[in-house]
């Protein structure tokens, strides 16, 4: 949904402990692939558990747009009617992937190499974040692309007639990106290859699997190495979409640094190219335990416990761990204002092209809130004032991006004075219970 509506001023007053169960929605990661290569196959997948944030609504949307049947049964249980690989019909109107930059670019990657032209476009956040990265992979497969010079949207996207499979390194560290290009692959004929430096979310392989698609991944000197055959016939399949850890990472540092808190965050995926923030906070000290561990639906699973932790410190977080908990660090340094000692970030220029820089909007809101922040391009440093010391009482800017929403209104609860967003409103593209959830808990967050 392009644009925003009006701004949702929010305050989160500081609060007595937490208490209970928080019910996280579903993988917003996984709940996107699941509509998009749903789309692909012939036949009904089913789907349980799907995220009803704005972004994936969008998704769902795009899909019908690409001529696939997506119906909403209630209660996260929905169906998708595909049109098969290389199946996309030519949409009718502009694709509008609000502010979701996993919708946009693995939608592109998914009809690039379909002979149709779509139009792109999102709102104020997505039309500033940077496609190229997307759109000089895709154009090795021979899909043409026409839009702003920056490489921005809105942009028209020509899919390849004849698609040529390739062999493609990705120079930054993005699931995104990879996923575009195996999207792109899947209707290109012989192998695609990928190869990522860094190892990222591999949500999408483990998807185009479990679809019946032909794909291996090894690692060599170069990186991972993940090859792709093209053209196959995808069977529907049906999803169960575990809770999702970014989501997840809200309660669990409010009830580290809220006195007296106990929450319980049960069927959360510890994949562990998802789970680097747990492994972090555990290292800082965190009394933050997995109970009832097991594996669902080849992934690992586990409730995590969290209690207040008054004596946290500061650690430096290792770079290679980056990929693993890239949207959590705006919420980390939340926790880091209120350990002892420093957190360095290091290796984290990805942050910058987020919704929104997202090392600018913490740092300037952290300070406003009477914390030090030190940063450069790919590193910032925060220095803990340690537990309950956040002085608070600022407004600070939310940058339509949802994680610096709500990781300022976790800062309030713990803060000595209320801590003010300027609008709240983005939180539904990803959370859309964030509110209730934390207000059952005992938190006191409240639309101004
Ligand atoms: O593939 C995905 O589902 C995502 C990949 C990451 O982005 P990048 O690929 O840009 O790192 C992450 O920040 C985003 O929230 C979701
Ligand atoms: C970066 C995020 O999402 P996207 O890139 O899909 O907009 C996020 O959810 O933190």
């Avoid at 009832?292 to 995590?304: F, I, K, S, W």
């Avoid at 761990?321 to 949207?327: F, G, N, P, T, V």
């Avoid at 910032?380 to 949802?402: F, Q, Y």
Wanted: proline share 7%; glycine share 12%.
């Amino acid at each position: 949904m392009s644009g925003h509506g009006t701004p949702i001023p929010m305050t989160s007053t500081p609060c007595g402990a937490l208490t209970g169960t928080a019910q996280v929605p579903g993988d917003k990661s996984i709940s996107h692939r699941a509509l998009i290569l749903g789309a692909m196959c012939v036949g009904e997948t089913t789907i349980t558990g799907l995220l009803e944030g704005q972004d994936v609504l969008d998704t769902a949307q795009a899909m019908r747009d690409f001529g696939a049947e997506v119906t909403d049964h209630g209660s996260g249980r929905w169906s998708v009617r595909g049109v098969g690989v290389g199946g996309f019909a030519e949409p009718e109107r502009v694709i509008d992937c609000g502010n979701s930059g996993t919708g946009v670019r693995l939608i592109m990657g998914a009809m690039a190499t379909q002979p149709i032209t779509a139009t792109f476009s999102g709102d104020a956040s997505l039309n500033g974040r940077p496609m190229a990265r997307v759109t000089d992979p895709l154009a090795l497969f021979g899909c043409q692309t026409v839009g702003r010079s920056a490489g921005r949207l809105p942009m028209t996207l020509v899919g390849a007639r004849d698609p040529i499979p390739v062999r493609y390194t990705v120079p930054v560290p993005s699931a995104q990106v990879k996923s575009a290009v195996l999207l792109a692959g899947l209707n290109a004929p012989g192998e695609t290859v990928v190869i990522e430096q860094e190892a990222t979310r591999d949500h999408t392989e483990r998807m185009l699997a479990g679809f019946g698609a032909e794909i291996s991944v090894r690692d060599t000197d170069a990186g991972r190495e993940i090859t792709l055959t093209g053209q196959p016939e995808l069977v529907p399949q049906h999803i169960d979409v575990p809770r999702d850890p970014s989501s997840a990472a809200f309660p669990v540092c409010a009830a580290l640094i809220v006195p007296g808190s106990d929450v319980l965050v049960p069927n959360i995926g510890l994949n562990p190219t998802r789970a680097g923030l747990f492994t972090t906070l555990r290292e800082m000290g965190a009394d933050l335990t997995y109970e009832n561990e097991r594996e669902e639906g080849g992934e690992p699973v586990a409730d995590l416990r969290a209690r207040y932790s008054p004596d946290m410190k500061g650690i430096e977080v290792p770079p290679a761990r980056a990929a693993s908990m890239i949207d959590e660090y705006p919420v980390l340094s939340v926790v880091a204002a209120n350990a002892t000692g420093q957190t360095v970030m290091r290796g984290v220029k990805e942050l910058r092209v987020k919704e929104s820089d997202r090392i600018e909007a913490m740092a300037s809101g952290l300070r406003a809130n009477g914390v030090t922040v030190e940063d450069g391009p790919d590193w910032w440093i925060v220095t803990g004032l340690g537990a309950g010391k956040v002085p608070g009482g600022a407004t600070c800017a939310s940058h339509l991006d949802h994680r610096i929403a709500m990781s300022f209104l976790i800062l309030g609860m713990a803060a000595q004075s209320p801590v003010h967003v300027d609008d709240g409103g983005p939180i539904a593209t990803s959370f859309p219970i964030f509110e209730p959830l934390m207000t059952q808990l005992g938190a006191d967050v409240q639309r101004d």
